[in-house]
């Protein structure tokens, strides 16, 4: 069965550094998505992507933030320069857009900022 | 408003009883989607079970359950015949439509932490 995968699987880095997290969406998708969950909080969205471009975006997505489906398979998140407040489990999502029942989640990716 | 609201942080229940997480959630539009997660120590997001606004029945998947009352816009969650491994965080999230009418990103709930007893 197709999967959403991520990679890494954690991630450390320093305060200030730049971070890119790593998604494959599967492969007839259309809509991507990226979501953020701090440790013990519920899951929050923060970027949706179609089309090439985003399509919607939280508050929370700033300009820290930022998102690239370079190669027509793989779709990155971008931390430009990371806080502390950053740490979180972020997760990658794909559907195929046709049923509104479906939403894929990778394994997410856990970030550490020290 | 919150357009979630899971209102039991923490649940026990005995192994091999049913228990219920409760869900409410707050939209204006007709056409939604509610989705049911669960969320193991290791951290991965497992679907468990899927309830459409327009869906006459509720929906049903194994062990799991949607006791769907759109009046009241609740969505709770039946467990039947706790198993140990059922031991999780549970999240309850909706899906609403676009201004294009297009399938949008997921709200989730704060979450509730179900423990199951031996």
């Known amino acids: 069965e197709p999967e959403v995968t991520q990679t890494p699987s954690h991630q450390v880095t320093q305060m200030g550094q730049e971070v890119i997290l790593r998604c494959v969406p599967i492969s007839n998708h259309l809509y991507f998505y990226w979501y953020r969950q701090i440790l013990g909080q519920k899951v929050e969205f923060l970027v949706s992507?179609?089309?090439?471009?985003?399509?919607?975006k939280s508050e929370i997505f700033d300009d820290q933030f930022s998102v690239e489906r370079p190669d027509g398979s793989n779709f990155t998140l971008k931390i430009r320069s990371t806080k502390l407040e950053d740490s979180a489990m972020y997760f990658c999502?794909?559907?195929?857009?046709?049923?509104?029942?479906?939403?894929?989640f990778g394994p997410g990716t856990r970030l550490t900022v020290l | 408003a919150q357009k979630i609201t899971q209102t039991q942080p923490g649940m026990f229940v005995q192994e091999k009883e049913a228990v219920t997480l409760d869900c409410t959630y707050d939209?204006?539009?007709?056409?939604?989607?509610l989705f049911w997660y669960k969320q193991p120590s290791s951290g991965e997001m497992i679907f468990l079970i899927y309830?459409?606004?327009?869906?006459?029945q509720n929906a049903t998947e194994g062990r799991y359950s949607l006791n769907f009352q759109k009046a009241r816009k609740s969505a709770n969650l039946v467990i039947s015949a706790s198993q140990l491994g059922d031991s999780a965080m549970y999240f309850c999230a909706m899906r609403e439509p676009n201004l294009s009418g297009s399938a949008r990103q997921l709200t989730f709930g704060s979450g509730t932490q179900l423990t199951v007893l031996p």
């Open positions: 939209t204006s539009d007709p056409s939604y989607g």
């Open positions: 999502a794909s559907i195929s857009g046709r049923g509104y029942n479906e939403q894929f």
């Open positions: 309830q459409g606004s327009y869906d006459q």
């Open positions: 992507f179609y089309n090439n471009e985003i399509s919607e």
